[in-house]
């Protein structure tokens, strides 16, 4: 029963470039949260997504950052025109339905900007 | 909007010894969960312990142990018997049980604990 599972754990882009963050739910959720994590920092939440749906996007930048999960295949964190202060790990987690489910975590991908 | 806050930056304790990390929230609501997550070296997120604020047992597992007072909005970890490989950062974080809440969880700034041997 594989977890949730993040690619690529680590990635290196230089400052203007694109990075894509890929995101494979624990089998059986359909929601999907991604968060970042700033060197010494707490977890930030970013985004909510269920399939092909955006639940809650108020954590993310208004600009450069999207995301999305279709309905075939994993969910997508993209960052545009990449800047230093971009430089973070993020994680993805996956749960079930309703409040009291569990969240699980990815492994996280760490960026580093150039 | 809700908030988590840890106090303490860093703990150190004995191996074998019992140590406590704070954490402290605020919340106007009175059904939501809380949660200690740990983060060794590896950096992967590792729940170590829930509690339903509705009850008003508290949680444990193992050598974990939380201490919750609803009503002073404090939820405290206690680690008993303290091995080597409890030296992590630890997140104490929140979850609203809101459906507007996205259930997304809202973490502490985190407590760095180590271990000395």
């Known amino acids: 029963n594989a977890g949730v599972m993040q690619n690529p754990r680590h990635l290196v882009r230089r400052r203007g470039q694109e990075a894509r963050l890929r995101c494979s739910p624990m089998?059986?959720?359909?929601?999907v949260y991604w968060y970042r994590q700033l060197p010494e920092e707490g977890l930030k939440f970013m985004v909510y997504l269920q399939k092909e749906n955006i639940i809650d996007e108020s954590g993310m930048p208004k600009e450069r950052f999207s995301a999305e999960f279709p309905k075939e295949g994993p969910s997508i964190l993209r960052i545009q025109q990449v800047v230093r202060g971009d430089s973070a790990a993020y994680f993805c987690?996956?749960?079930?339905?309703?409040?009291?489910?569990?969240?699980?975590f990815g492994e996280g991908s760490w960026l580093t900007v150039v | 909007a809700q908030t988590v806050t840890q106090s303490q930056p860093e703990m150190s304790v004995q191996e074998a010894e019992t140590v406590t990390l704070s954490c402290t929230y605020d919340t106007s609501e009175s059904d939501y969960y809380l949660f200690w997550y740990k983060q060794p070296p590896s950096r992967q997120m590792i729940l170590v312990i829930r509690?339903?604020?509705?009850?008003?047992q508290n949680a444990t597992e193992n050598r974990f142990s939380v201490n919750f007072q609803k009503a002073a909005k404090s939820f405290s970890l206690k680690i008993s018997d303290s091995q080597l490989g409890d030296a992590a950062m630890y997140f104490c974080?929140?979850?609203?049980?809101?459906?507007?809440?996205?259930?997304?969880?809202?973490f502490g700034s985190g407590t760095r604990l180590l271990v000395r041997p």
């Open positions: 509690q339903e604020a509705y009850k008003q």
């Open positions: 987690a996956s749960t079930g339905t309703g409040s009291g489910n569990t969240i699980y």
């Open positions: 089998k059986g959720h359909s929601h």
């Open positions: 974080a929140y979850r609203s049980s809101r459906m507007d809440s996205s259930y997304k969880l809202i």
